[in-house]
């Protein structure tokens, strides 16, 4: 095998899908412990929401001089190059964490053990499932009261549709909770408490019918040993098809906050979760194993590092290698473009990293030319697929303070509409724009950078707009009767396409019934 599908065979690519609160911050922080990347854990959380924001992990990268950054984190874990890709923490669901996860070969779940399945994980699964995900499971919070863990996953199977094959098994919880039961090797990982901040030692007993077991589990281990009998019978058995199907779903239970359980989960995820897969692309699908190099953008964050104004465009490597100064063809704008100064994501002390390969994320520093969704190939006209732009739910006119300053507005807007930030609409019949999002906070987000970063005023006004539609038809003659009849609900969106804005449902209806050759779309691929 050639070193470079050695190492491309290493990547094992993936994000946290979770609802808020369940534990995501904190199980990152200890994979990130049991990668190296950090030296004790802890000691980097925000003060009182225990969440840690942007700018505490950037104090955190100046104050010991390492490379981490929200986004994406690179490390080593038993012989695997483990890439974890962040999703936007806030309560809003974001077009942004969708968009990550396309980047993505498998999942991390994490559920709070007391709270069960919670919305937003359903709706992150619902994505999930599209691309038919692999997902692990991690029941958080085992250090606290929670409920009957059996009927946490049934609720798992009947909510999310995906299949529930534990791994390990709490035994007992909050003050007596004593470790996790292996069902597959007969082994007890032993709980130590205490040890939150660092790696805690691993103590294990083998067998649950040693002595040293029931010594452990004293008048519990009867009925714990009944609770394992009925777990079996009332669970599925791992099935690696399966679970690369997106249909089952390996779990683990224990506790990020005091990190136990968390070292159990991220080993069989290294050894079963997939390595990068084959990416789908308007022609063909590209192996991540060809040699030539291949990727598309993701994401694209504005100014990261605050003292460069700069924004970065996240790229997925699909195929072959980077390296420094090589040459990629922007596809959508048919030009070479030198890429010198490509970032890479390695986490922890360690020189940075020159090279990335299928399955690695890089960071390309954007000025303007690149978009959500473009492609980059060593010469070849490919287009990836699948990055997805949603129908905005809630719309609003955005109106200048200072009419003078139009053309930072339209620039600003431009510019995050690209990003992802926000979607921009232009009508037809008028001079107005108008944003849609998916979440409000979004529009909190544009007001505030258009502020910081434009150096805009500006405010919004209510528009009478309820959802829109990106509008097709293969048939130009009809499209151009469609157009004229239409001109009041017709807009064209910040990359061009034509759109229809309804001011109802009703509204909509009707004209999808007076149009039947005409397709509204409610997601538009990049
Ligand atoms: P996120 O919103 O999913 O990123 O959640 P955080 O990691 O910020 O955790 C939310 C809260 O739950 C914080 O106060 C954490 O300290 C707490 N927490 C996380 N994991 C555990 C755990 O295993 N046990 C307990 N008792 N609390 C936890």
Redesign the pocket.
């Known amino acids: 095998m050639s070193d470079f599908i050695q190492e491309v065979n290493k990547r094992r690519t993936f994000a946290i899908i979770?609802h808020?609160?369940?534990?995501?911050?904190?199980?990152t922080e200890k994979l990130l412990l049991f990668g190296n990347a950090i030296k004790m854990a802890g000691t980097v959380k925000g003060k009182k929401?225990?969440?840690m924001a942007t700018s505490d992990w950037m104090a955190m990268e100046q104050d010991r001089g390492i490379s981490i950054t929200t986004s994406v984190m690179q490390f080593p874990y038993n012989g695997r190059m483990v890439n974890l890709l962040d999703t936007p923490?806030h309560e809003d669901f974001s077009e942004d964490t969708y968009r990550t996860l396309t980047a993505v070969d498998s999942c991390l779940m994490?559920i709070d053990g007391a709270k069960g399945v919670e919305d937003r994980t359903i709706k992150l699964m619902n994505v999930c499932r599209m691309r038919e995900t692999p997902i692990f499971t991690f029941v958080?919070?085992?250090?606290?009261e929670v409920r009957d863990q059996i009927e946490v996953m049934d609720e798992i199977e009947s909510i999310l549709k995906i299949d529930c094959a534990p791994i390990t098994w709490p035994i007992g919880m909050a003050k007596s909770f004593k470790g996790v039961y292996n069902l597959y090797t007969d082994t007890i990982h032993v709980f130590q408490p205490g040890k939150g901040h660092t790696i805690p030692d691993d103590v294990r007993i083998q067998g649950l019918e040693s002595d040293e077991a029931k010594e452990l589990l004293g008048d519990y281990h009867e009925e714990f040993v009944d609770e394992i009998e009925l777990v079996r019978g009332a669970s599925h058995e791992f099935d690696m098809e399966e679970f690369m199907a997106g249909q089952q779903t390996p779990v683990f239970f224990g506790?990020?906050?005091?990190n136990f359980g968390v070292r159990e989960m991220l080993y069989y995820f290294t050894e079963w979760a997939p390595g990068p897969l084959p990416r789908p692309t308007e022609n063909r699908e590209v192996e991540p194993s060809e040699e030539k190099f291949s990727g598309f953008i993701f994401k694209i964050q504005a100014n990261m590092d605050p003292k460069h104004r700069d924004r970065i465009a996240f790229m997925r490597v699909c195929s072959g290698k980077y390296t420094r100064n090589m040459k990629m063809k922007h596809v959508r704008i048919g030009k070479d473009i030198k890429i010198a100064d490509a970032v890479t994501f390695m986490a922890g002390d360690r020189e940075q990293v020159e090279e990335a390969v299928s399955g690695d994320i890089i960071g390309l520093h954007n000025h303007g030319t690149i978009q959500i969704g473009d492609t980059f190939t060593q010469g070849e006209e490919l287009k990836f697929t699948g990055v997805p732009h949603f129908a905005p739910e809630l719309f609003k006119r955005v109106r200048l303070k200072d009419p003078l300053k139009m053309k930072q507005l339209q620039k600003g807007l431009q510019q995050l509409s690209e990003e992802g930030a926000t979607q921009l609409f232009m009508p037809q019949r008028n001079n107005d724009l108008i944003l849609g999002a998916v979440g409000v906070l979004q529009f909190d987000v544009v007001l505030q950078r258009l502020k910081d970063e434009y150096k805009v005023d500006a405010i919004y006004e209510h528009v009478n707009v309820n959802t829109a539609r990106w509008v097709e038809c293969s048939d130009n003659k009809m499209l151009e009767d469609f157009k004229r009849k239409n001109v009041e609900n017709l807009a064209i969106d910040g990359g061009g396409h034509l759109t229809y804005l309804a001011p109802t449902r009703v509204n909509l209806s009707l004209a999808e019934e007076r149009w039947p050759d005409v397709k509204f779309r409610n997601t538009r691929e990049h």
Do not use: E
């Open positions: 979770s808020p609160d369940a534990g995501k911050t904190t199980i929401s225990g969440r923490g994490v958080n919070k085992m250090d606290r506790t990020a906050l005091a």
